[in-house]
């Protein structure tokens, strides 16, 4: 997809009578965010409704939609220090029952899950000059990410071998990665190599970035819950995946990394989390070279993937 064919935001008005069958709540609605995945509603009930494109970025529409609803259901209940949203409801779109001018057939599914209170990591990080602050937000930020992976590994411990540990999620997206930069291609498999050493936590949510945890109280920091959202992209894996967007959120990479360690007890792994950072450089560099997202420039996200290569084999 070049950056000339973009897809336009679907309305509420349009997608509520595409949806007329599942009965809700009448429009407006109110636009939480609109991305090249899809684009999420506030209802105005007390829950969200995300659709989700078939194309976008790095994959598939289909797979990621499938991933966020299964982890929606492992995860429901999810509470504490660290919360997640309940699955109310969600489906596939079968394209093959729609008719060729129908305003869902560039979807492939949707989900309806409870609202998470608070304002996103990001809006509060952009809001602020003080230091301090930003560090104990970025400082929360790995703390939700340590207390997470513990609650999870309590779950799983729980279920016994019912449990199905989440699918190696990384090992394909550098597949995919090195397909759309072929130059690339050896390089990506050394990150995967490196990433599939060492333990592998069976449930990380694996996109922790700033737009994805809310902050339940945005007056007292140290003290809110903080939400999850965006599961896309749950997967198996080490740890360190958790912190591969910490140089991009906009606050002290350092607060994010000390917040985890102190949390969990334990020291991340420094090649683990230079290969980590690694394979978020090369998502970057693939996206730019898609054209999907509005911004990103090649030449820029080469010169970063290839200094993060670089300080990886140092």
């Known amino acids: 997809m070049s950056s000339s064919a973009r897809p336009t935001p679907i309305s509420d008005t349009v997608l509520y009578a595409a949806l007329a069958r599942h009965e809700l709540p009448a429009p407006p609605w109110a636009t939480l965010g609109s991305g090249v995945w899809g684009d999420v509603f506030d209802l105005g009930d007390g829950t969200v409704l995300k659709i989700v494109r078939h194309t976008g970025g790095i994959g598939s529409g289909k797979a990621i939609f499938t991933t966020e609803v299964a982890a929606l259901e492992s995860a429901n209940g999810l509470g504490g220090r660290v919360a997640a949203a309940r699955l109310r409801d969600a489906a596939a779109i079968d394209s093959g029952s729609l008719a060729p001018a129908s305003p869902l057939q560039d979807f492939c599914g949707w989900i309806r899950m409870s609202k998470l209170p608070g304002a996103t990591a990001s809006a509060l990080l952009s809001a602020t000059d003080d230091g301090d602050r930003q560090a104990a937000i970025m400082w929360r930020l790995g703390e939700a990410a340590a207390t997470f992976h513990r609650q999870m590994a309590e779950h799983v ?3 016994g071998p019912e449990f199905a540990p989440r699918p190696a999620l990384s090992q394909e997206r550098l597949v995919q990665i090195a397909d759309i930069v072929p130059d690339m291609r050896s390089a990506c498999m050394d990150v995967a190599g490196i990433l599939a050493s060492g333990p592998q936590h069976p449930f990380l949510h694996g996109d922790i970035n700033g737009g994805n945890v809310l902050l339940s109280d945005p007056h007292h920091i140290e003290r809110a819950t903080a939400g999850l959202v965006d599961w896309g992209e749950a ?5 360190e995946i958790e912190l591969r967007h910490m140089h991009e959120i906009g606050g002290p990479a350092e607060a994010m990394r000390e917040g985890y360690e102190e949390t969990a007890g334990s020291e ?5 989390l230079a290969a980590a950072l690694c394979m978020n450089a090369l998502g970057t ?6 054209g999907t997202v509005r911004g990103l420039d090649p030449v820029a996200a080469r010169a970063t993937a290839e200094e993060r290569l670089k300080a990886l084999t140092a």
């Not at 997967?235 to 740890?239: E, H, L």
């Not at 991340?268 to 683990?272: A, C, K, V």
């Not at 560099?285 to 898609?290: K, P, V």
């Open 268 to 272: 991340i792994d420094p090649t683990r």
């Open 157 to 159: 411990a729980e279920q």
């Open 285 to 290: 560099l693939a996206i730019a070279t898609l």
């Open 235 to 239: 997967q198996s894996g080490p740890v």
